[in-house]
């Protein structure tokens, strides 16, 4: 099974830069995309998509990060990484990695907090 850790969390002021990693391990041959997902701190808000990427590049986006957050994936490394500029406050949660197969099964790391601070 795949296993996801995550790390690059942390406190930056708005305006600053965060990069995450996301770090799998395990069989990696049923894994079509990778991404990221948060969960912001407030009530009744479920997990988001931030971004995904797939096995040969393609990337998506939530539309509250376009131009901010690009995705990318070494795939020799196994690792995924999150490069977040021109952060904000809105943009304080838990990320979460996740490893989505083709068979439409997901596994998750267990979550890095980013806090932006005004």
């Known amino acids: 099974q795949v296993q996801l850790v995550e790390s690059g969390g942390g406190l930056v002021q708005a305006g600053g830069s965060l990069r995450l990693s996301c770090a799998a391990s395990?069989?990696?041959?049923?894994?079509?995309?990778m991404g990221w997902y948060r969960q912001v701190p407030f009530p009744g808000k479920q997990r988001e998509l931030v971004?995904?990427?797939?096995?040969?590049?393609?990337?998506n986006y939530a539309d509250s990060v376009k131009g901010r957050f690009t995705i990318s994936r070494d795939n020799a490394k196994n690792t995924v990484y999150l490069q977040m500029n021109n952060l904000k406050p809105e943009d304080t949660g838990v990320y979460y990695c996740?490893?989505?197969?083709?068979?439409?099964?997901?596994?998750w790391g267990q979550g890095t907090q980013v806090t932006v601070s005004s």
């Open positions: 971004a995904v990427i797939t096995s040969v590049g393609r990337t």
């Open positions: 395990g069989s990696m041959s049923s894994i079509n995309t």
């Open positions: 996740s490893a989505n197969s083709f068979y439409g099964t997901s596994r």
